[in-house]
């Protein structure tokens, strides 16, 4: 069984950055699709950021592009969100998730098989 574990949410001031880390146990980490997903309060569930088993392909919500970095270091089963200048529209609960399944990556939250408990980020003006 795999578990998630998410870390480094916080607060911070507009313009400032956070770097969110996921750490998964269980089975062998480096086969499985990781996603960032957040959901702000009365919002639905949106994909930040997506990567490839081996981390040579990412995908980023426009939303985030140009801000964001998405990483993982198979070696120490952690994949990253780096962010940067952030908005107050960043502020939402943090979820990373993984597939199970063999894919690329992927934007559809119901291909993500486990789930993090997610992790608060809260961006003041």
């Known amino acids: 069984q795999v578990q998630l574990v998410e870390s480094g949410g916080g607060l911070v001031q507009a313009g400032g950055s956070l770097r969110l880390s996921c750490a998964a146990s269980?089975?062998?980490?480096?086969?499985?699709?990781m996603g960032w997903f957040r959901q702000a309060p009365g919002k639905e569930r949106e994909i930040v950021a997506a990567?490839?088993?081996?981390?040579?392909?990412?995908y980023y919500a426009d939303s985030v592009k140009g801000r964001f970095t998405i990483s993982r270091d198979n070696a120490n089963n952690t994949v990253y969100l780096q962010m940067n200048n952030l908005s107050p529209e960043d502020t939402a609960v943090y979820y990373c998730?993984?597939?199970?399944?063999?894919?690329?990556?992927?934007?559809?939250?119901?291909?993500?098989?486990?789930w993090g408990q997610g992790t608060q980020v809260t961006v003041s003006s």
């Open positions: 998730a993984a597939s199970l399944r063999r894919i690329h990556w992927t934007v559809t939250g119901s291909l993500y098989d486990v």
């Open positions: 990567i490839n088993w081996s981390g040579s392909s990412s």
């Open positions: 269980g089975r062998t980490f480096g086969n499985y699709a």
